[in-house]
């Protein structure tokens, strides 16, 4: 079964620093997420992204954050001048064209993000 | 506004034995409902989701859920558990009348199966 893969699974990165998550969501699918996960609380929604461009973001998503879909099968995640409250881990996840709003999202297994 | 509550952090149940992982949920209109497990490590596995029609809801893993309007509830169930169950369970609930197309998670429950 076809999966949305992330990279790195572990990134450490001074504080203040710039990172650039990446994800190869399924490749036939066309609406892409951000989600974060801080330790040991709920998953939190941070940006959808459909028809290269964003379609919906949380107060989270501030001017810190953006996304890319570089080329046809790459969606990144940048986050600028990162704080110590960014430690986290963030998923990707992708669902299909056609009713994908009312499909379930599938979920990369994360990128864990520590800032120091 | 849409929101979900799961009012267990945890869960224990002997193997064998059934189990329930309770949510709750509030929508301005109808909701649409997922449940989706986490494993250590990884990522949320979709488990199963409620769209319109019948009120029991068949999911992977011998896993159902079953929406109760009138409750505003949307429980997890499974009749006799297995201790590779054990993991992180999350409800989600998007307003199906609503201007997001963007679920809302609970903050999860961790079941635990004891062997």
């Known amino acids: 079964e076809p999966e949305v893969t992330q990279t790195p699974s572990h990134q450490v990165t001074q504080m203040g620093q710039e990172v650039i998550l990446r994800c190869v969501p399924i490749?036939?699918?066309?609406?892409f997420y951000w989600y974060r996960q801080i330790l040991g609380q709920k998953v939190e929604f941070l940006v959808s992204f459909y028809n290269n461009e964003i379609s919906e973001k949380s107060e989270i998503f501030d001017d810190q954050f953006s996304v890319e879909r570089p080329d046809g099968s790459n969606f990144t995640l940048k986050i600028r001048s990162t704080k110590l409250e960014d430690s986290a881990m963030y998923f990707c996840?992708?669902?299909?064209?056609?009713?994908?709003?009312?499909?379930?999202?599938?979920f990369g297994d994360g990128t864990r993000l520590s800032i120091l | 506004a849409q929101s979900v509550a799961q009012p267990e952090d945890q869960v224990n149940v002997a193997e064998g034995n059934p189990l329930t992982v309770k949510c709750t949920y509030s929508?301005?209109?109808?909701?649409?409902l997922f449940w989706y497990v986490q494993y250590p490590n990884r990522g949320l596995q979709f488990l199963l989701k409620?769209?319109?029609?019948?009120?029991l809801v068949k999911g992977s893993y011998g896993f159902e859920a079953e929406f109760n309007k009138s409750q505003t509830s949307f429980h997890l169930k499974k009749p006799s558990a297995l201790v590779s169950d054990s993991a992180l369970y999350f409800c989600a609930v998007r307003d199906r009348g609503g201007g997001s197309y963007i679920p809302t998670f609970g903050r999860g429950t961790s079941l635990i199966v004891h062997p």
């Open positions: 409620y769209i319109t029609g019948d009120n």
């Open positions: 929508v301005s209109g109808n909701p649409y």
């Open positions: 996840a992708s669902t299909p064209a056609g009713t994908g709003v009312l499909q379930p999202q599938h």
């Open positions: 490749s036939n699918h066309l609406y």
